[in-house]
């Protein structure tokens, strides 16, 4: 009985809180739900509403000024199409035209700056779009808050990218399917007939004529849209015989040192640079020895004889003596107009009419034209663009990959790009910089350390930072020290490779920068520890030369033990060998004193005097250096 009484009143008591629950949802009006979930955020914005339990477990709303009936779960996503009233009338109007609600968003006045490491980069920043970009930017769920690409594997990227990416035919049947293709070969076949490339005519008895091929390329403008389609006849000079097909191939290019020494020189003197770009320039060779070709694909047999080939009478891109012929027919163009050809690099020319000095200096098919006289300049230009089709690219920004920034201070010569693209194809273009290339004293064996599993990677990396020490000295001595383990690589060396690159991230866009404010004296400095390296006990040498303020050439390498011997056996002058003696108290000096002496027979071409006083600060070695006895011990000590 007493059970019973008491699960009476539980009973009695648990329907009372029920009812009363639901009474008090009856009553209350929307505003206080919404007081609650939004904290008085769009509180004035709706009318009012009640919550009506139609069913059990399910509560709706309804609008008390049309009627409306929303249920609760989906109330949220309907609000913006509740129509809205103002809190400060009393009566409810009713409208027809449906309101977004556009939350406040919350906006700090801190001026953003980017990191100083990053002061290379262009940061495209919200702050700096229009505030149309800003308006339309202004989405409820933005897209890349819910879609990323960081997650897609490599492959996957590449198969996206390659979906609208525009295809390179790589054989000539493949190319035939596109018009434009076609017409590409069509204006090549066209141009090489213009030149007078070939002569057609029956293969002679007991000669082979070698094949040829066409490769495509796509030329591509500034914001990714397609130029051109460019198609080029290839000769397959891989076939060609030596003694019979051709017998010389080396073609002098310029020295990297001429280069900055001609950019250093240009810019003390406050000379103009000009850059040329000759069109197909190995097409304007001629060749000396009769070389056959089989008949194009697509040209067709216009003879009509069956055994009817092509007998070059001009050089074409894939011969083996093709850059050979041009740098021929380039020269002596030049020597013929009045031009001087250095003895010290043959790619410098040198030409004076009374106070108008012209130096030109040609890599292959890229030429720097420098003078104080801009009529003579354009005058060499019409020349050069008479005998070779070339284009006029103004002054020199973009020359073998560095890159030329000119002010009324001086030339600033960099890499930036080309460390960028290192960076980004390593995955080190979002790391952390630090400020030194190579810790110091770090010791590098070639025995300590697990073996890479794949050395190609660390050599690729390391031969393309050997390219950048083109404008960086300062990872000169870290690249040379990674360069000795190419054979075997180890993991430290890797990771003293990746922390040049680090380096790199802080100062990508570091390089030389030549002075218009400077002296033309040429300055040398060299020193060396000893025995430094662990594996062979050799001792390493780093010199650096400079004209005036401006750095032009410099070098870490290894002491050569055989330099005494090599250079006693140079035929110089004894002017040339009292310079050797001075500098001789350093070791490894083999390339150092020939740069020397190098530069020193540069000058005389460009009408130039260098001043090179002899400094030494090593005094053990000048005292040393003015002793009548001596040994053969001694002379290694000091060089010879």
């Not at 694909?297 to 009817?308: D, I, R």
């Not at 750095?551 to 011997?565: E, Q, T, Y």
């Not at 002017?575 to 390339?591: F, H, S, T, Y």
Request: a positive charge; charged letters at 15%.
């Amino acid at each position: 009985m007493l059970f019973s009484m008491r699960a009476f009143f539980l009973f009695i008591i648990l329907h009372l809180s029920l009812i009363l629950t639901h009474l008090l949802i009856l009553f209350l009006l929307h505003h206080v739900i919404l007081l609650v979930l939004f904290h008085h955020q769009i509180y004035p914005l709706v009318p009012p509403c009640l919550v009506i339990p139609l069913q059990p477990h399910e509560n709706h709303i309804v609008c008390l000024h049309q009627s409306h009936i929303f249920h609760l779960q989906h109330f949220l996503l309907l609000l913006p199409q509740i129509p809205s009233v103002s809190s400060s009338d009393s009566s409810v109007s009713a409208s027809d035209s449906p309101v977004t609600l556009h939350l406040p968003i919350r906006q700090s006045s801190r001026i953003v700056k980017p990191p100083s490491y990053l002061q290379d980069y262009h940061c495209s920043l919200a702050s700096s779009l229009p505030s149309s970009d800003l308006a339309s930017a202004n989405t409820i769920y933005p897209i890349q808050h819910t879609l990323s690409y960081s997650k897609l594997s490599a492959p996957h990227k590449a198969f996206t990218l390659a979906i609208s990416t525009p295809i390179e035919p790589q054989f000539y049947h493949e190319a035939v399917k596109s018009p434009h293709w076609v017409d590409a070969m069509s204006k090549e076949l066209e141009a090489l007939e213009a030149n007078h490339t070939w002569v057609l005519t029956s293969l002679p008895p007991g000669k082979q004529p070698i094949g040829c091929k066409w490769v495509y390329k796509l030329k591509f403008k500034s914001d990714g849209t397609i130029e051109r389609y460019k198609a080029r006849l290839v000769a397959k000079g891989y076939n060609q015989r030596e003694g019979i097909d051709y017998s010389e191939t080396f073609s002098p290019v310029a020295k990297l040192v001429t280069v900055r020494s001609f950019i250093a020189l240009a810019a003390a003197q406050g000379w103009p640079i000009t850059q040329l770009d000759v069109n197909n320039a190995f097409l304007h060779g001629d060749l000396d020895e009769e070389v056959f070709m089989s008949l194009p694909p697509g040209f067709g047999n216009k003879g009509g004889h069956p055994n009817q080939v092509c007998r070059l009478t001009k050089s074409l891109y894939g011969l083996k003596q093709a850059s050979r012929q041009w740098f021929s027919k380039f020269s002596s163009t030049l020597l013929a107009h009045g031009f001087i050809q250095s003895k010290c690099d043959y790619s410098l020319f040198t030409k004076t009419v009374g106070d108008a000095f012209l130096a030109l200096l040609v890599y292959v098919d890229d030429i720097l034209i420098a003078s104080n006289d801009a009529v003579s300049v354009t005058n060499l230009t019409a020349f050069l663009d008479h005998h070779f089709k070339l284009k006029d690219l103004g002054p020199a920004k973009y020359f073998l990959g560095l890159e030329l920034a000119r002010t009324a201070k001086g030339i600033s010569l960099c890499q930036r790009k080309y460390t960028l693209d290192i960076l980004q194809d390593t995955g080190f273009l979002g790391s952390k910089p630090v400020k030194f290339p190579m810790e110091q004293h770090l010791k590098l064996s070639k025995d300590e350390g697990p073996a890479l599993p794949d050395p190609t990677v660390y050599r690729r990396l390391i031969g393309k930072l050997l390219y950048l020490t083109l404008t960086r000295p300062d990872i000169s001595y870290s690249v040379s020290r990674l360069s000795q383990f190419m054979d075997q690589p180890r993991a430290p060396h890797l990771h003293a490779a990746h922390r040049v690159l680090q380096y790199l991230k802080g100062s990508p866009g570091q390089g030389l920068f030549f002075s218009s404010h400077t002296s033309l004296q040429l300055k040398a400095f060299c020193d060396s520890d000893w025995a430094g390296c662990s594996d062979t006990r050799r001792s390493v040498t780093g010199f650096c030369i400079f004209l005036g303020d401006s750095l032009i050439s410099w070098r870490s390498k290894k002491h050569n033990p055989l330099f005494p011997d090599l250079l006693l056996r140079q035929n110089i002058e004894p002017w040339q060998l009292l310079l050797v003696k001075l500098l001789g108290c350093c070791p490894c000096l083999k390339i150092f004193t020939f740069l020397i002496l190098w530069l020193l027979c540069s000058s005389v071409t460009t009408r130039l005097l260098f001043i090179l006083p002899p400094i030494l600060y090593f005094m053990s070695a000048l005292n040393t250096s003015k002793l009548i006895v001596t040994s053969s011990e001694t002379k290694f000590k000091l060089g010879f």
